[in-house]
Nanobody, 125 residues
Framework: QVQLVESGGGSVQAGGSLRLSCAAS????????WAWFRQAPGKEREGVAS???????RSADSVKGRFTLSQDKAKNTLYLEMNSLKPEDSGMYYC???????????????????WGQGTQVTVSS
């Protein structure tokens, strides 16, 4: 089974930027949808952005215009570029993948069965 490993989290001030990476342990041609989720303490895990193997992306309204999702298929790596960070963006960020043959990959956690261990993002005001 493929393993996902996130990296790139850290602590930044509001307005700052971070770039998260999610590396897959092996070629993942059958994992059609990839996504980033985040979870703040005491809150539900929420979808941030998703992308399919054709590069079609989808983002939560709260991050549109600030977060950009991309993938490097040669490196089996997914990236989340986060700009203009706000304190409410703080939380544990998780990478997920699933074989969902759809044009618009979902942002619901229950649609994904392959998860990374998470990377912490803290944005201070």
């Amino acid at each position: 089974q493929v393993q996902l490993v996130e990296s790139g989290g850290g602590s930044v001030q509001a307005g700052g930027s971070l770039r998260l990476s999610c590396a897959a342990s092996k070629f993942t041609y059958n994992l059609y949808c990839w996504a980033w989720f985040r979870q703040a303490p005491g809150k539900e895990r929420e979808g941030v952005a998703s992308i399919n193997n054709f590069g079609l992306t989808r983002s939560a309204d709260s991050v549109k215009g600030r977060f950009t999702l991309s993938q490097d298929k040669a490196k089996n790596t997914l990236y989340l570029e986060m700009n203009s960070l706000k304190p409410e963006d703080s939380g544990m960020y998780y990478c997920a993948a699933e074989n969902i043959n759809t044009r618009s990959c979902p942002l619901l956690r229950y649609d994904y069965n392959t998860w990374g261990q998470g990377t912490q993002v803290t944005v201070s005001s």
